[in-house]
């Protein structure tokens, strides 16, 4: 009997939404399952949409089939139907039962509004895409599509749009000389009549809107087209959100872009563009309205981050963190996690129903079916499955026909593709015949009683991805991996044996889903794990063809095209004895040790505890040096770093004991370097394959630059020995956060100030961090605000010169006490007031030195500038220089505060006068102080003490002017 007469796709299944179309679709409403990182957006978007709340759009990513248009369209039934609504009580429970707070956060939102509160607008990328204006005639279409579905098409205001379609209309009536020559010219522009230039602008087209605003000077005599109207969507949705509020019942306007991805890319590729700035422009407009609340949510299938991942990776385009974060300033970027994998594989069995016919022979077929899951519970293919048994019953049986393998291919290569109409629910609902196909392999495939069960193998899924695989993944190393596929085909010729085709594809699948392409691995995912013989000839015999090649280390099969280069490992050798006069072991791990640890950015050991101390990040950056270099390197090396772990590299016994003796006598009072010396023979026995990596890398570079076709062959070789490298790299690092090494396994020994320290795991690595810091560092006075302690001293600066300025005036310190603006309170608070010196005494505001029982390190820095101030004869280089080293260790953005702060009074008093360079500086500002920091060498002090001769000068002043006053600063501002 055909396949097809014992499983079938559930009746009516629908593999995604549209938020457009299924807005009003109950039974999507009735069947959503929120999830953890579901229930955070929809708290967050709870708060957002409270009265007077500063808001900017809700930024929602997530790979295909997370479910965020079904989460966008729960969010528009939960602002349009009251908690009372059959419709929202199967989701209302769920919300109850696993994330009450968001239930109760919710509950009280919808008891503040109206019963049908916010008016949902819907669009997705096509809408109104025409031209740069994108962003505002999307929006105005969609507003005016949700008012008319809403029967308020009477809420809508005047556009240019419409006024533009009136306007033709008028001349089509009234002046039909001037609408002749305007339909004779438009064809010039791209439009073949009048009627498709009204239809664009029915579409709020920018492009068309533009063209007939030219068109209409020229044919109308030089006449502009000026209507008064509203020119862009930020006024028109103001003024239409005070309409349905003021008139209509209504609490505001819900934007929920679904498919924003295509134009997010856009804004990421530009930051500065047109796009940007349409969408920033419009958010600012909304960020605080009051009872006037209009939301945007926009949803993207990648996040900004991966956008500008694959940008790099596709089109080689650097955008770097600031601007990444810039971007995202824009936003409230939340991501939307995946059901968990046991989640969608059981929706997956919901999908695929088995007839009676089917269930009759469930127990014939038992010992396959539960040798499946054994395999499959083998390799660890399904997360959150705990026992053999659940994966037989959910996946192996729960989804038959398809092979374990296929269920875990078809969420990877969900991921790869990329594309909305690529998700394994859209395999499952294909009703085309294409080979390949869930339908046409139910409709070609035939089950008799007693034979072998047919399963749907992923190499024949492979064959129905394969040109998306090809052309439109959004992940390179699948493109690669296909397109060396079909070239190892080519290369088969006229051996057209289906079985190596079919391994071939395997070798593929599993590079693709970055799992190993071992000979059992290929003899599961092909069914055909009784036939590893047969597989291993042809696998030999593919080899021999030079079609593949097989790793020594990890016995992997991986593709090598035929290439007429001669034996790999001969290449190798000859380009290692080449480059045997440039190699430096060393200078080699220096370069490429970023690429060998997990995570870049664990280069740098962070000190935790001091940062929970101190309020700033401090970090130690991993440096390698030879024996030779300690004394001169390590100084140099220390003036731009925090602190250093120091690897010192040694190739016999007597260069490690001379290092270590160097590290317990001339270095142990250096607190800011901790020192690894590792075992001298095990860096002995690393070179060669050190050696051996650098040969390979520089193949693999020139492979590339020539265009040779060779490049592959060199990266499977580079692996094989990275795997090397990063299991000495665990062992000479342990207990760094980077390894995965045990202490038995350690082949370095750890100092700190000419101590050996016996670490046993990463708690005692972090503990010394943390004192090597605090040694260095313990004057760092606490200023509880990133921007401040940043390196660089640009961060904040727009907000910190305001802040100089008023602690150099006279009323400065009234003007601290009573700034409203939040970057700017934050900066006095953290900086002044949490340091004791801002503070009250006897009711009065003052503005002084910190006493030293309160904040000793702020106390202790001030007096360290106050003396540079009144005994100096140097250039503020001298003190400067001070601050930013131990013990104080001061970042840049926060030195011109604490300067003016010591300089206030000085100043005031007619004291303290500053030259720059041979010139005295008339008045001390943010911009001085701003200065001083950045070009200290060009600065100089010059102090007065105000003694009595000076004081008696300006009291006889005030006497000739019959001035009061007797405060020596109010008295000098008033002369």
Same mark, same amino acid.
């Given at each position: 009997m055909k396949l097809s007469e014992l499983v079938r796709i559930r009746p009516g299944f629908k593999p995604a939404i549209d938020l457009t179309e299924d807005l009003d679709n109950i039974e999507k409403v009735q069947v959503y399952y929120p999830t953890k990182t579901a229930a955070d957006i929809l708290l967050a978007l709870a708060g957002y949409l409270k009265p007077a709340v500063s808001r900017i759009p809700i930024l929602i990513g997530g790979s295909y089939g997370t479910g965020k248009s079904h989460l966008g369209l729960m969010i528009a039934k939960l602002l349009q139907h009251d908690f009372s609504d059959p419709i929202l009580n199967s989701f209302l429970t769920l919300l109850q039962k696993n994330y009450s707070k968001v239930y109760e956060e919710w509950k009280t939102l919808r008891t503040s509004l109206t019963k049908e509160p916010f008016l949902i607008v819907t669009l997705k990328r096509e809408e109104g895409a025409y031209g740069r204006d994108v962003i505002n005639s999307s929006l105005i279409n969609a507003l005016e599509k949700a008012l008319q579905k809403a029967g308020l098409e009477e809420v809508m205001v005047e556009t240019e749009f419409r006024a533009a379609i009136r306007r033709i209309e008028e001349l089509e009536s009234n002046y039909p000389e001037f609408a002749k020559k305007l339909e004779e010219t438009l064809p010039q522009h791209g439009f073949y009549a009048t009627v498709g230039l009204k239809n664009a602008l029915k579409q709020?087209?920018?492009?068309?809107?533009?063209?007939?605003k030219k068109l209409h000077k020229e044919v109308c005599g030089g006449a502009d087209f000026v209507p008064k109207v509203c020119l862009y969507a930020k006024d028109i949705y103001k003024i239409v959100c005070e309409r349905l509020v003021d008139n209509k019942g209504y609490d505001g306007i819900c934007i929920i872009w679904d498919e924003f991805s295509d134009i997010l890319k856009e804004i990421v590729t530009e930051p500065e563009g047109n796009l940007g700035a349409q969408l920033q422009s419009f958010a600012e407009a909304f960020q605080t309205t009051g009872k006037y609340r209009v939301q945007t949510i926009l949803i993207s299938h990648r996040a900004i981050r991966e956008h500008a991942r694959l940008l790099q990776a596709q089109r080689g385009l650097n955008i770097g963190e600031d601007e990444i974060r810039k971007i995202g300033g824009r936003f409230l970027e939340k991501h939307l996690s995946p059901a968990t994998a046991k989640e969608i594989y059981e929706l997956m069995k919901s999908v695929i129903e088995h007839t009676e016919s089917f269930k009759k022979i469930e127990e014939f077929y038992r010992d396959v079916f539960s040798n499946l899951a054994q395999k499959s519970y083998d390799l660890?293919?399904?997360?959150?499955?705990?026992?053999?048994?659940?994966?037989?019953?959910?996946? /192996?049986?729960?989804?038959? =026909?398809?092979? =374990?393998?296929?269920?875990?291919?078809?969420?990877?290569? %969900?991921?790869?593709?990329?594309?909305?109409?690529?998700?394994?629910? %859209?395999?499952?609902?294909?009703?085309?015949? +294409?080979?390949?196909?869930?339908? @046409?392999?139910?409709?070609? $495939?035939?089950?008799?009683?007693?034979?072998?069960?047919?399963?749907?193998?992923?190499?024949?899924?492979?064959?129905?991805?394969?040109?998306?695989?090809?052309?439109?993944?959004?992940?390179?190393?699948?493109?690669?991996?296909?397109k060396t596929y079909l070239e190892a085909v080519k290369e088969l010729g006229s051996d057209k044996d289906e079985t190596k085709t079919r391994i071939l594809k395997a070798i593929a699948i599993l590079n693709i889903c970055k799992n190993k392409a071992s000979l059992e691995n290929i003899a599961f995912i092909l069914n055909m794990t009784g036939e590893t013989g047969k597989i291993e000839r042809i696998l030999q015999d593919l080899i021999n063809r030079r079609i593949l090649l097989r790793t020594d280390l990890t016995k992997e099969y991986k593709f090598m095209k035929a290439v007429s280069m001669g034996d790999p490992n001969e290449v190798i050798n000859n380009t290692i004895d080449e480059r045997s006069s440039f190699f430096s072991p060393k200078r080699f791990l220096e370069e490429h040790f970023k690429k060998w640890i997990s995570n870049p950015q664990k280069r740098f050991a962070k000190a935790d505890g001091y940062a929970i101390?101190?309020?700033?990040?401090?970090?130690?950056?991993?440096?390698?040096?030879?024996?030779?270099?300690?004394?001169?390197?390590?100084?140099?090396?220390?003036?731009?770093?925090?602190?250093?772990?120091?690897? /010192?590299?040694?190739?016999?016994?007597?260069?490690?004991?001379?290092?270590?003796?160097?590290?317990?006598?001339?270095?142990?009072?250096?607190?800011?370097?901790?020192?690894?010396?590792?075992?001298?023979?095990? *860096?002995?026995?690393?070179v060669p394959v050190l050696r051996r990596l650098d040969a390979l890398y520089y193949l693999k570079n020139r492979s590339a630059l020539e265009a040779q076709d060779t490049t592959e062959i060199w990266k499977t070789f580079i692996e094989e020995d990275e795997i090397r490298v990063k299991e000495f790299l665990g062992k000479l690092l342990f207990p760094m956060e980077v390894t995965t090494a045990s202490p038995d396994k350690s082949i370095s020994e750890w100092y700190y100030l000419g101590k050996n320290y016996e670490l046993k795991g990463f708690r005692e690595f972090r503990e010394l961090v943390d004192r090597a810091m605090e040694n260095a560092y313990p004057l760092t006075p606490r200023i509880n605000r990133e921007e401040l302690v940043d390196k660089s001293l640009g961060k904040f600066k727009t907000h910190r010169k305001p802040v100089i300025d008023y602690v150099l005036s006279k009323d400065g310190i009234f003007n601290l006490v009573t700034e409203k603006d939040s970057k700017r309170r934050h900066i006095i608070r953290a900086v002044y007031e949490d340091n004791d010196i801002l503070r009250k005494e006897g009711g009065k505001d003052i503005f002084c030195k910190p006493r030293l029982?309160?904040?000793?390190? +702020?106390?202790?820095? @001030?007096?360290?500038?106050?003396?540079?101030?009144?005994? $100096? &004869?140097?250039?503020?280089?001298?003190?400067?220089?001070?601050?930013? $080293?131990?013990?104080?260790?001061?970042? =840049?953005? $926060?030195?011109?505060?604490?300067?003016?702060?010591? +300089?206030?009074?000085?100043?005031?008093?007619?004291?303290?006068?500053?030259? &720059?360079?041979?010139?005295? *500086?008339?008045?001390? %500002?943010?911009?001085? %102080?701003?200065?001083?920091?950045?070009?200290?060498?060009?600065?100089?002090? !010059? !102090?007065?003490?105000l003694n009595e001769n000076r004081k008696a000068v300006l009291m006889g002043i005030a006497d000739i002017f019959e001035i009061k006053d007797t405060d020596p600063i109010a008295l000098k501002e008033q002369i």
């Open positions: 709020n087209n920018g492009d068309a809107l533009e063209t007939f660890t293919l399904f997360e959150g499955f705990v026992s053999r048994e659940e994966i037989k019953n959910t996946i /192996v049986k729960g989804l038959y =026909p398809l092979h =374990p393998f296929t269920a875990y291919v078809l969420g990877r290569f %969900t991921d790869v593709i990329g594309q909305r109409n690529r998700t394994m629910f %859209t395999y499952l609902a294909d009703i085309t015949l +294409m080979p390949g196909s869930f339908k @046409w392999f139910l409709e070609n $495939s035939y089950f008799q009683a007693g034979e072998r069960l047919p399963f749907l193998t992923a190499d024949i899924v492979f064959d129905f991805y394969k040109d998306d695989l090809e052309k439109m993944a959004e992940d390179i190393e699948a493109q690669k991996q296909t101390k101190h309020s700033m990040n401090r970090e130690m950056e991993i440096r390698f040096l030879l024996k030779d270099e300690m004394r001169s390197k390590l100084p140099v090396e220390l003036e731009t770093r925090d602190g250093i772990i120091a690897i /010192v590299l040694t190739f016999s016994e007597g260069e490690n004991r001379t290092a270590r003796e160097m590290i317990e006598s001339e270095f142990s009072e250096e607190s800011r370097i901790i020192f690894i010396l590792p075992d001298f023979k095990e *860096i002995g026995n690393m029982h309160k904040a000793k390190e +702020m106390h202790t820095v @001030w007096e360290e500038i106050e003396h540079f101030i009144k005994h $100096s &004869k140097e250039n503020f280089k001298v003190l400067i220089d001070k601050l930013q $080293s131990p013990p104080y260790g001061l970042r =840049p953005p $926060s030195i011109p505060l604490i300067l003016a702060a010591v +300089m206030r009074k000085p100043y005031l008093e007619g004291c303290l006068s500053i030259k &720059k360079n041979v010139q005295f *500086i008339k008045t001390i %500002t943010a911009d001085v %102080t701003e200065d001083i920091v950045k070009a200290p060498h060009l600065y100089q002090p !010059y !102090y007065t003490e």
